[in-house]
């Protein structure tokens, strides 16, 4: 062999290697950019292109299922308790805004005069506030003017809120429940027809078995043919207990049974409803006198007399709510529908006129929507 054929076969055989070596290396280094893309979808490695974003957003959204278990309580109700108030707000959304009208046209002017009253006055009186408390609040209102208290139409709405939240501050507004007692506590639903009396001892019932009392349903309405499975189906949700008695039947003998009833099996309290009307002639009132009566006739007594009352009707509340009163030595209100209502204005004559308190606030139909009323979130909504 040649001195230039040895070379030129070290030259191909370092060509070759060269080759292979390339070929090598480049397979080697092909895959690795696959794997970092993949890797970085995965781990959510810094991506900064928007093509990238919502490969981003998914672990970040799978995160919390794994820190679930180990979150503490705080963190628990706070993501529970969130919704509810924001509903509540929501749902309040029709009484929301009763003045909020009348508030924009008083601001809109440079100072205070009749309009101001005029504009207020009609907006107090479509809320359903009432022809007394409506002229007791302006006639307050007027003296500051006059008085040189107050001076800007800003001022005149600022006191005007705080002077509504002031007339509802103070009142006691829990359910009461005496645990002292030998036997049960009875809780007593009245109202007209329709208020919502049903319904609302049903979400009651839920709220006091959550809470971890043990309740008994009174089926007390025996007008009504389907009353007494109304109440049965708002049992089964609530968990509570029910005794019913025959249709047509007497109803403070059913209210008397459930009391006897709770009492041997240690119930706390005990649900009465009640109906709204009767098949006899007999009066309403001295019916539900008998009922109270003799709901008390064994260890059980009665620590609430909630008269139920809806929003809706308006000052047509205020007309039963001095009836029920009168006969049956009410405690609280629930005002029902409200969802539904501007006229929610009832609260300021009710609690005014007859010093009786409101103590729940219905929202809605199902089983969550009774809320205990709040009078500066119930302000504050009306003027929003
Ligand atoms: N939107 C709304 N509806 C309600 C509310 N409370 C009750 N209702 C509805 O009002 C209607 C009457 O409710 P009931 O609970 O049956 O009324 P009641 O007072 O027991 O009526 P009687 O048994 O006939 O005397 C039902 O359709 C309820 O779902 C509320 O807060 N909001
Ligand atoms: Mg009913």
Redesign the pocket.
Known sequence: MSQSQIILLILAVVGVVFGIGVIFIGRRAKPAPRTTIAQQRATTTVVDTPVEAPVVTEPVVSAPVIEEPVADEAVVEAVVEEPVTRSVRERLSKARGALSGAVGSVLGRSGVDQSTWDDLEEALLRADVGVKVSKALLDDLRGRVKAKELSTPHEVIGALRSTMKSRLAGASRDLTFDSSLEGPNIWLMV?V????????LGKIAAQQVAAGRRVVMAAG?TF?AA?GE?LATWAERSGAEIVRGAEGGDPSSVIFDAVQSAGARGADLVLADT??RLQSNTNLMEELRKVRRVAEKGTGRVTEVLL?IDATTGQNGLVQARQFAEATQVTGVVL?????SAKGGIVFAIETELSIPVKLV????TIG?LVAFDPDEFVDALFD
């Open positions: 109202g027809n329709g208020a919502g009396k049903t319904t609302s309405d009504r009353a109304q109906a709204g139920v029902t529908k409200l969802d539904g219905g929202l809605g139909e929507d």
